[in-house]
């Protein structure tokens, strides 16, 4: 059904309409799309900040292995102090099983895997076996370190001096 006779007031009011509705149309990318975009903006700037310090401290980790050896050590000892009450007054010495076979016949190496590691505590005389893939002390032995003993060396004993001849 078309409605004749209104052609005019209906074509002004379409076209009134369809102002409305551009006007809309600008204010909604003035009001959301543009919030939108600075956001978008300002997230990536944030992302790129933190990406590029993690990259200057990776640098500076691989230029200073002293420095890279001590990062890892202090995380190990984090993670092996959450599951065990780990002696305050002694950094331990670390190492690495890198060949299970040259260890498997004593006890203390019997589960050992390649890439365990190992924290001997001389002064408290333990020593304990992490494996940092399963984040699992796997043994843990109290050593017996022998204490050196004094030797006792000769002195010589004061008397006369032989004259040379």
């Known amino acids: 059904m078309t409605i004749r ?8 009011m379409a076209e009134k309409e369809i102002s409305v509705l551009e006007r809309g149309v600008k204010s909604f990318s003035k009001n959301v799309v543009l919030p ?3 956001i978008v ?5 944030g992302a790129s900040g933190y990406f590029y310090y993690q990259y ?6 691989l230029q200073n292995p002293t420095l890279s050896a001590q990062v890892e050590n ?7 102090g959450a599951l065990y009450d780990l002696p305050k007054d002694e950094t331990p010495t670390i190492a690495t099983v ?23 505590f001389t002064k408290n005389k333990i020593a304990i076996l992490y494996r940092p893939s399963e984040n ?3 043994d843990f032995t109290a050593l017996s370190v022998p204490t050196p003993t004094p030797t006792l060396t000769p002195s010589p004993t004061p008397g006369k001096a032989k004259k040379p001849s």
């Open 36 to 38: 939108s975009v600075i």
């Open 5 to 12: 006779g209104h052609g005019c007031h209906t074509q002004a």
């Open 74 to 80: 202090a995380r190990l000892l984090q993670k092996v």
């Open 56 to 61: 200057q401290q990776t640098q500076a980790l």
């Open 98 to 120: 890198s060949d299970v076979k040259l260890l498997e016949k004593k006890p203390f190496f019997q589960r050992a895997q390649n890439g365990d590691k190992i924290l001997i």
């Open 41 to 45: 903006v300002v997230l990536a700037i």
């Open 136 to 138: 699992k002390i796997i």
